[in-house]
């Protein structure tokens, strides 16, 4: 799948490449941009879910332990730090 | 490049995708393999699941935000979005901790009265413990899909 969307990822950056050396306009090239984006968060996204279901799959009827509950909450609390820091600060 | 050339392109991405959302990994899948009760350990793992996904969304949120290019307000809700989720699956992972601390002693307190250590009572005052902190998990897993379901919705628009 994220084969499939890196080259999907690729033609449509290349597609606004040629359409933007063949004179489209700055507003129609702001699709390709787009497309490329959307196909890019999905690419990424993608490959890391199904990363987590063979994950998931191999360690089928193995216990969860402390240790991996508190790493795992520690990461989400660091990353959750991280992105409301970068709002506007009252 | 002419217009319909411009359009036919845009008729070929559009194919792509729909071919493509053909054969994607959706959380729901992900969920569908860790949270299987025909294996052992099912609960926590489904639960742990549950944060390990989120945890797919909110990296993705944590670029949103960092991008230069993204609109203020989109930025906004995506912050107040993963905020609100970020708190639920913290509760998550607090009561699926609480729930295999539970079971370890349950398992420790059965080796004891195998070995006449511990008694049926104690035992079952642990089994009872376990089946409240299961009960729990469960409400906390329901309570969690719309927050993640809400993510999702703003990172891909």
């Known amino acids: ?85 970068t709002g506007e600060k009252p | 490049m002419t217009v319909r050339q411009l359009q036919f392109i845009f008729l070929l991405a559009a194919i792509a995708l729909y071919a493509l959302a053909g054969c994607v990994t959706t959380p729901q899948q992900v969920l569908k393999v860790a949270c299987d009760r025909n294996y052992e350990y099912a609960t926590e793992r489904c639960a742990k699941a549950i944060a390990d996904t989120y945890r797919v969304y909110q990296k993705r949120a944590e670029e949103f935000v960092l991008d230069p290019t993204r609109p203020e307000k989109l930025k906004r809700d995506v912050r107040s979005a993963e905020e609100t989720a970020t708190n639920v699956i913290l509760d998550l992972l607090d009561a699926t901790k609480a729930y295999v601390l539970i079971k370890q002693d349950l398992d420790a307190l059965e080796k004891l009265m195998a070995a006449g250590d511990a008694t049926p009572k104690e035992v079952g005052e642990k089994s009872k413990e376990l089946q409240v902190a299961s009960n729990d998990l469960d409400l906390w897993i329901e309570n969690t899909e719309p927050h993640i379901q809400l993510l999702i919705k703003l990172l891909g628009s």
């Open chain 1, 1 to 85: 799948m994220s084969d499939y969307l890196f080259w999907f990822t690729l033609v449509t950056r290349l597609a606004g490449v040629i359409a933007a050396k063949n004179g489209v306009a700055p507003k129609e090239l702001e699709y390709f941009k787009l497309l490329t984006d959307v196909s890019r968060i999905t690419m990424f996204t993608q490959a890391d879910l199904k990363a987590l279901e063979a994950k998931y799959e191999a360690e089928r009827g193995t216990p969860v332990t402390v240790e991996e509950l508190d790493a795992l909450s520690a990461d989400i609390r660091a990353r959750n730090e991280r992105i409301q820091a």
